[in-house]
């Protein structure tokens, strides 16, 4: 039956939108060097490695990991390659989760990494196939429309989500590896800033990013040799449904509401808003905050923008959401999910330096991706039950 | 551990030009329906779902997101995708199996081939700074390890002939392989090389196709099949990407992952050798033949004629590891062997071996 | 129909990019010095020389102490014979690709040899790098190796003899090569959406209804989603709907084909269980709300061809649909 499992450690890259000094190798291995280091783990202990990563047309590179073979210590070891489009990272954590819990393995190494400067992930991402209709209104056109019926479900007044955005650059000014890092960051600035999908304004919008993130994960065992914390992982979910159908909820997806009932379930979890207290959660656009905190069960539908205007979601609130500054503040496309992951397990440890949440214990990472289609989230806590 | 078996396998048939799409729907859709048929289970009844493909095959990103419609994925799935064949997948979906997450999982793997030129697309998986600027096509690399063998003594053109000699012969009876055929090595070796020292007999046709395996817990496996593969070895490895630094007459990736798996006793291998000269250096990295490392007679290889008749990217390895286990589902054999590979020049290598009740 | 009776439709796919790629301290260094016309190595853990050098130990992760001038010349290890070279390939006539170890490295690299045939190919033959005018591209900078024992293809640039003399540093060190992808692809579309586009030829919209869940998608999808089954009942839909919601676009991006600001909207057609997007014009942004009623405006007969012949839709004019409607459809 499961093994128990949990973070050792965790290491991310600097995250810039170009990071020209390093190659996708270099790139990798400064997270990698970054998490085994955090961990105290000799790379000759690591038993298996998990990359994940965005779409290969990102970097022009047909399954990336075989050529990374020798640049992440895998030449030997099995190696595995997760790709669930945006949350991929969250994936990757979950299946490096799998290979502990399935007593294959006693320490993983899990990988994700984006380098968008190769290429231009809106080039990948515009490519039309032939009869395919054309390209209408670019990446933030797919999601800015959902929003619009978020907001004209919830009845939300439209400063919810500068709110959520001027929150989450502040934090990402508080994080050392922070892509944009803008303390002085208000929501009267977002609100000034050009509307480019209506309703979603540029400051609303995620960076493009350069990064990387590793996390060297380990059974029972490996947590209690280290002399470092560890985050004990309580549980974790993955659900899918298709990207679009009749019926589709694009507000409240139901494979997003089943993976965290799911989630909480399997972490005995009751309250999540009393039970949680950080959650690094997947916000592309601000106005996911809101959506992702109904979504996840955190609020009732359609009230979870008022946790977000009663500042319940700020670092010193009730509920501190993406304390790390989350994908406002970074988004290296692969590696995003693994982040929130990383960044969960940095809270429960007290390795978060400057945005740690004072004294928290349990905490939630969450991905999403496709047209929120791929759901994968987890809960860590500092003691394994 | 817990006790997993393979309870069902589909596969479409492989093709040269499928007029499918490159997510696979309409390749899935049918095997789904044959696989669910034989077991009797529904799409209900699946508790974790993997797949394995690639964009780059299909030549677009998120090529796989729209192949959960062959699903029906609501209500919503636990579901991975693996940007890998699907043999890879059906190692996730056997990890979720072993967590007590699930007690059946499916696996299944798509790839239309045809849609690009294969072998050009696959120069891309080469090192990205300083080999594939060059676009060495996945032919020539095959071929370069293929001479080091030969001039090592290690094999000859005749005993690669033979080898796609015998994969023909066996593919007669297999409904789903490309090319079949009786032959023999003299006629073969008149063909005229493509990529010095292989001719056209030494490499895997171009195919598109699909395939599904269904995996269950100890306590439902035995309800759903008479004779369930039980796995008893699932181990996988991976070797340098760096072409001239290792030997590449031999896989280490495939010895180390085969010794792990318990491969020595196998009585039948299905092999994932898209070139004839890697079913040597696999059948040796294996311990499959007769002879030193082996009591007794040597395994069977490949009885569905294998890659060599029949290499639907991204479906073909785990398409090897279900026609191993029909092997022990018939009664065919009491221990089997399914194997796949990913990369150039073998560089990474998979094996299940699975044994009957 | 068509489409059931014959192939579903297909046209090619090109995709294409140079990408960039920052090459970080190792890979820069020998990229440099292949514009300066040398050859670098590496000693690794293992106690090889690697040409070119690993990026990261495989063993210790490190990055190389120091670098070892090595070749260029060198020995082929392998060969094959390419008669047919495909695009992107380093010769445009038939020639040996080989793995080559240079001089005083252990390892071998991976080029083409232009030895004019196959015959003259072998292991063990002693190669030298052709130098291409282009210092500083990466790998391509060697244009491909010649036998030792050739005098040189007439007319090359530089001389044969050039071949091993010095070229000098650069002037900068090389920090970033420039990699083009082409590639051709011949893309199909699903049964169900070919009847679709064949029909939009016509000026008519055909969705298919779900066998099982009896929902009408348009346009149809290879499998119904929830379902998982082929749709095939065809339904004749009207080219007149509702935006459910949509987005002001007010941002150029890449690939935009009409001019800010402008709305793209989730249309569904009346009748049809799932909204498709498109373009809403013919009304002032701002006067675009959810529930407004749309019909498509067809382009001019002449343009029609198989795909998509509506241009936009335009308000009708009709009272706005009721949200309760449309709401679970968002």
Not at chain 1, 49 to 75: R, T
Not at chain 2, 316 to 337: F, W
Not at chain 3, 60 to 82: M, Q, S
Not at chain 3, 103 to 126: F, I
Request: hydrophobic residues 40%.
């Amino acid at each position: 039956m499961k093994q128990r499992a949990a973070v050792l450690g965790t290491g991310q890259t600097h995250h810039r939108s170009k990071r020209a000094d390093v190659s996708i190798a270099g790139l990798c291995r400064e997270a990698v060097d970054r998490a085994l280091a955090d961990a105290d783990v000799p790379a000759d202990q690591i038993d298996a490695i998990v990359v994940g990563k965005a779409p290969d047309l990102f970097e022009g590179v047909m399954m990336p990991e075989l050529y990374l073979a020798d640049a992440l210590g895998a030449v030997g070891k099995p190696l595995l390659r997760v790709h669930t489009a945006g949350s991929v990272g969250g994936a990757t954590g979950v299946v490096a989760a799998s290979l502990i819990q399935a007593g294959v393995h006693r320490r993983v190494l899990a990988v994700a990494f984006e380098k968008q400067s190769e290429s231009n992930a809106m080039w990948a991402l515009s490519i039309t196939p032939p009869f395919s209709m054309p390209v209408l209104a670019g990446a933030g056109g797919y999601f800015a429309p959902h929003i619009r019926s978020y907001i004209r479900r919830s009845g939300a007044p439209n400063h919810i989500g500068a709110m959520v955005a001027a929150k989450d650059r502040r934090n990402g000014a508080r994080n050392p590896y922070a892509h944009l890092r803008q303390a002085d960051m208000t929501m009267e600035k977002v609100l000034a800033s050009p509307m480019l999908w209506d309703p979603v304004r540029y400051d609303e919008t995620c960076p493009s990013s350069d990064g990387a993130c590793a996390v060297v994960l380990g059974d029972q065992a490996a947590a209690e040799a280290s002399d470092q914390p560890v985050a004990w992982i309580r549980a974790t979910s993955m659900r899918t449904e298709p990207t679009m159908f009749s019926g589709k909820d694009n507000v409240n997806p139901r494979a997003g509401a089943d993976a965290a009932a799911a989630l909480w379930e399997a972490a005995g979890i009751t309250s999540p808003r009393d039970q949680i207290d950080a959650a690094e959660i997947y916000v592309p656009f601000s106005w996911c905050e809101p959506m992702w905190l109904e979504n996840l069960g955190f609020a009732e539908p359609g009230q979870g923008w008022r946790m977000t205007e009663a500042g319940e979601t700020e670092i010193t609130g009730s509920l501190p959401v993406n304390p790390s500054g989350g994908v406002l503040s970074s988004n290296p496309i692969g590696a995003s999910g693994l982040l929130r992951f990383a960044e969960s397990a940095m809270q429960v440890t007290g390795k978060a330096g400057e945005h740690q949440v004072a004294g928290a214990k349990t905490a939630l990472g969450h991905a999403y991706g496709g047209g929120s289609q791929y759901f994968s989230m987890w809960v860590v806590a500092d003691t394994p039950d | 551990m817990t006790d997993v078996a393979v309870v069902g396998f589909a596969q479409a048939r492989s093709e040269r030009h499928s007029p499918a799409t490159t997510n696979g729907v309409e390749m899935l859709v049918p095997i789904f329906h044959e696989v669910f048929g034989a077991t009797g289970l529904t799409k209900a009844d699946v508790d974790f779902w993997c797949s394995g493909s690639s964009d780059y095959l299909a030549g677009r990103a998120f090529s796989f997101v729209s192949a959960v419609d062959a699903i029906g994925a609501f209500p919503p799935v636990m579901e991975s995708h693996v940007e890998m064949d699907g043999a890879w997948a059906l190692y996730e979906a056997w990890l979720k199996v072993l967590t007590g997450e699930a007690e059946i999982a499916l696996a299944y793997g798509f790839g239309k081939s045809s849609a690009g030129t294969l072998r050009r697309v696959l120069a891309l998986q080469l090192d990205p700074y300083l080999v594939a600027p060059l676009w060495p096509d996945s032919v020539s690399i095959a071929a370069l390890q293929a001479r080091l063998g030969i001039e090592a003594g290690l094999w000859s053109e005749q005993d690669m002939a033979e080898v796609a000699v015998r994969s023909r012969s066996s593919a007669i009876t297999n409904a789903h392989a490309q090319l079949s055929g009786s032959t023999s090595a003299a006629e073969l070796l008149c063909e005229p090389y493509i990529a010095d020292p292989l001719r056209a007999h030494d490499c895997a046709p171009v195919s598109d196709g699909a395939a599904v395996v269904i995996l269950a817990t100890g306590s439902r496996a035995s309800e759903l099949c008479a004779r369930p593969a039980w796995i008893t070895g699932f181990e996988h490895r991976i070797d340098s990407a760096s072409l001239g630094a290792r030997d590449l007459t031999t896989a280490p990736s495939a010895v180390a992952a085969g010794a792990a798996a318990g491969a020595g006793r196998a009585q039948v291998a299905e092999l994932h050798a898209p070139f004839t000269h890697q079913e040597i250096i696999l059948r040796r990295a294996l311990g499959l033949d007769a002879g030193n490392d082996r009591s007794g007679d040597g395994a069977r290889i490949n009885p569905s004629g294998g890659a060599l008749c029949g290499n639907p990217m991204f479906a073909a390895g785990l398409a090897r590891i279900g026609s191993a286990a029909a092997e022990i589902m018939s009664g065919r054999a009491d221990v089997a062997l399914g194997h796949a590979t990913s990369g150039p020049a073998l560089q990474q290598n998979l094996v299940c071996v699975m044994e009957a009740p | 129909m068509t489409s059931s009776a014959g192939q579903p439709l297909h046209a090619p796919l090109e995709i294409s990019f140079d990408y960039t790629r920052s090459l970080g301290p190792t890979l820069s260094e020998f990229v440099t010095a292949l514009a300066g016309r040398r050859l670098l190595g590496a000693r690794a853990s293992d106690g090889r020389v690697h040409a070119p050098p690993f990026e990261f130990d495989s063993a210790t992760g490190a990055p190389p102490a120091e670098f070892i001038e090595v070749g260029p010349a060198g020995t082929v290890v392998t060969w094959t014979w390419t008669d047919r070279p495909l695009e992107g390939q380093p010769l445009g006539h038939p020639f040996g690709w080989a793995l080559i170890r240079p001089d005083g490295a252990d390892t071998a690299l991976l080029h083409a040899v232009d030895a004019g045939a196959a015959g003259a190919m072998a292991t063990g033959m002693r190669v030298r790098p052709r130098w291409s005018d282009r210092a500083g591209s990466g790998i391509t900078d060697i244009a491909c190796f010649e036998p030792e024992s050739s005098a040189g293809p007439a007319g090359q640039a530089d001389g044969s003899g050039a071949s091993d003399k010095a070229h000098g540093e650069p002037a900068e060190t090389v920090t970033m090569i420039t990699t083009p992808v082409r590639l051709s692809y011949d893309h199909t579309v699903s049964p169900g959406e070919s009847a679709y586009l064949l029909a939009l030829a016509q000026g008519r919209l055909i969705g298919q209804r779900c066998p099982a869940c009896g929902k009408v998608y348009l346009p149809p999808r290879g499998a119904c989603p929830v379902d998982g089954v082929p749709t095939k009942d065809e339904v004749e839909l009207p080219d007149t709907g509702i935006v459910t919601t949509f987005c002001v676009v007010n941002v150029p991006f890449h690939g935009q084909k009409f001019p800010s600001p402008y709305v793209a909207a989730s249309v569904l057609i009346d009748g049809a269980d799932i909204a498709f997007q498109h373009l809403i014009l013919g009304c002032p942004p701002d006067e675009v709300r959810m529930g407004l009623r749309v019909r498509a405006v067809w382009k001019p007969r002449e343009e029609w061809d198989v795909g998509h012949n509506i241009d936009h839709f335009e308000p009708t004019g009709e009272p706005d649909a009721p949200y309760d409607s449309y709401a679970r459809h968002l």
